[in-house]
């Protein structure tokens, strides 16, 4: 069974028909093109895949396509503004947040939305908020001083 869905994706319109069971991982990687989003333990559990609805940060591996009906979904492709990294993808850069690339996208993506709901949070607010976002490479000093700079990059 298929279903025509109409959403957004980084600010841009997309309709598209979809069988229900497709994940939405999927349909931003193979249907839409868009690879920047990891798979990494398919069970929700890593955060690799995490994206945002509409500012909400979930598991596009565990969530339908069709879920995204109607919603705004933001990943780490569209966190980039008019050729611009975002400011936590600068101190990603900057702070060696970066590690090997597979939880990168899904520690950005949580990253800013951490950071949209609280701009200056201490380390225990960074810790809690992504415990959800794994890194196999054991980054995280580095991914938590990332995320407390990211404030030098906003203008």
Known sequence: MKKNIKFR???KRVELEVPTNRLLIDCLRYDLGLTGTKEGCSVGVCG??????????????????????????????????????????KSFIQYGGFQCGICTPGQVVAAKALLDHNPRPTEEEIKDWMMGNLCRCTGYYKIIESIQRAHEFAK
């Open 9 to 11: 994706v980084n600010g």
């Open 48 to 89: 690799a895949c995490t994206v945002l609805m509409d500012g909400d940060m979930i598991s596009s591996c565990l969530t339908l396509a069709v879920f995204a009906d109607g919603h705004e979904i933001t990943t780490v492709e569209g966190l980039a503004k008019n050729g611009e990294l975002h400011p936590v993808q």
